[in-house]
C-alpha cells in the first residue's frame, strides 16, 4: 500500500477521520495503526486517537512498513493510589489527572486508576476491586471502588437513585450569568464517542444532564465555582459551562484551548454517600493549588 493522503473537510477526531479513509476497519486496527506512528497530521505524526481535527488539514496514512515501534506504556503500576478512605469494603481514592479510570473495551492503557488500585489491593489482602464509578481522563479527585459485588451493587444503586452527593470544583474563563443556578440540557452522544448538548429529550439518544453550580469567588473575567451532578454524562460539567459562555479553563475538546497549568481545571472534589454499613460518608479531596493560580493569573 503507498501513502494515501486526504484533507478533512468536517470537524471531528483523528480516529473518525481515520476510519473514514478506511471503511472497512476496525476501530482497533485503526488505534493500532495510529499507535504505530502510521497516522501524520500535517506532516507530523499524531499517536493520540482523540485528538482534534477541522476542516483544511491533512491526514496521511503511511504504508505498514513506514511505520515504527508502538509507544512504550510507562510503567507506573508501582506507584501507590492516594487513599482518602480506606475500610473493609470500601476505598476511595484521589484520582491524578491524565490517568484513564479504567482500561478500554480496547485495552491499549494497562495504567489506569483501576489497575493501581487493583495492583495496590492485591499486594495486602486477598479479594477483587470494583470500579463503581468513573472519572473522565482530564478529571482529578475522589472516585470510589467497591471491595466485592454485592457493595458495588448497593453503591451503584445509590448512583442510580441520585443520592449520591457528588461536589466538583473548576475554574471557568468566563462570568456565569449569576450567583448559583441549574444547568438542565440533554446530552448526546455520537457514533465516534463525540457528545454534545441537543435541543430536546426527543432527540435519538439524548440522555438528561443535570448539574447545580454555585459561584466561590471571580477574579477578573475568571470564576471558581462548585457544581454538584445529578447525573453522570460524559463531558457534562464540560459541555454545561461551555454552553454558558465560561468553559472550564484548560479544555482543548470543549473550551477554549490549553492554559499555563497544561490542565484541565476540573476537580471532583467530595463524595457523600451511605456506607453499606448504614454510616453516612463524607470524603473529601483538596483541590489542587495551580487552580488558585490559575484563577488569578490565568
Not at 445509590?158 to 444547568?183: D, K
Not at 464540560?238 to 470543549?254: E, F, H, I, K
Request: proline share 4%; with cysteine.
Amino acid at each position: 500500500m503507498s501513502r494515501i493522503n486526504h484533507t478533512i473537510s468536517e470537524e471531528g477526531d483523528l480516529l473518525s477521520t481515520v476510519a473514514l479513509i478506511h471503511p472497512t476497519a476496525s476501530k482497533n486496527s485503526i488505534r493500532k495503526m495510529i499507535d504505530s506512528g502510521r497516522i501524520l497530521l500535517d506532516n507530523n505524526v499524531c499517536r493520540i486517537a482523540k485528538t482534534p481535527v477541522i476542516p483544511g488539514q491533512l491526514v496521511s496514512v503511511l504504508p505498514k512498513s513506514e511505520g515504527t515501534a508502538p509507544r512504550k506504556l510507562k510503567r507506573t503500576l508501582e506507584k501507590d493510589p492516594d487513599i482518602l478512605y480506606e475500610d473493609e469494603q470500601i476505598l476511595v481514592v484521589n484520582k491524578p489527572v491524565g490517568l484513564l479510570s479504567v482500561s478500554t473495551d480496547f485495552g491499549n492503557e494497562k495504567d489506569t486508576m483501576h489497575s493501581r488500585v487493583f495492583e495496590w489491593v492485591k499486594g495486602r489482602e486477598k479479594g477483587r476491586i470494583f470500579i463503581v464509578h468513573r472519572l473522565d481522563r482530564e478529571t482529578s479527585g475522589c472516585m470510589l471502588f467497591a471491595k466485592d459485588f454485592h457493595t458495588k451493587e448497593m453503591l451503584q444503586h445509590q448512583f442510580f437513585e441520585r443520592s449520591i452527593e457528588r461536589i466538583y470544583h473548576a475554574v471557568l474563563e468566563g462570568i456565569l450569568p449569576t450567583q448559583s443556578g441549574i444547568s438542565h440540557d440533554w446530552i448526546q452522544q455520537s457514533k465516534d464517542l463525540r457528545v454534545r448538548i441537543v435541543s430536546s429529550k426527543n432527540t435519538k439518544d439524548s440522555k438528561e444532564a443535570i448539574t447545580h453550580w454555585n459561584v466561590e469567588e471571580v477574579v477578573g473575567d475568571r470564576t471558581l465555582v462548585s457544581l454538584s451532578i445529578m447525573t453522570g454524562r460524559r463531558a457534562q460539567i464540560r459541555l454545561q459551562m461551555n454552553a454558558l459562555n465560561a468553559p472550564v479553563s484548560g479544555d482543548t475538546m470543549y473550551g477554549r484551548g490549553r492554559n499555563s497549568a497544561g490542565r484541565l481545571c476540573l476537580h471532583a472534589s467530595s463524595l457523600r454517600f451511605i456506607h453499606p454499613n448504614g454510616e453516612k460518608m463524607f470524603v473529601t479531596s483538596r483541590i489542587p493549588s495551580i487552580f488558585r493560580r490559575i484563577l488569578r493569573n490565568g
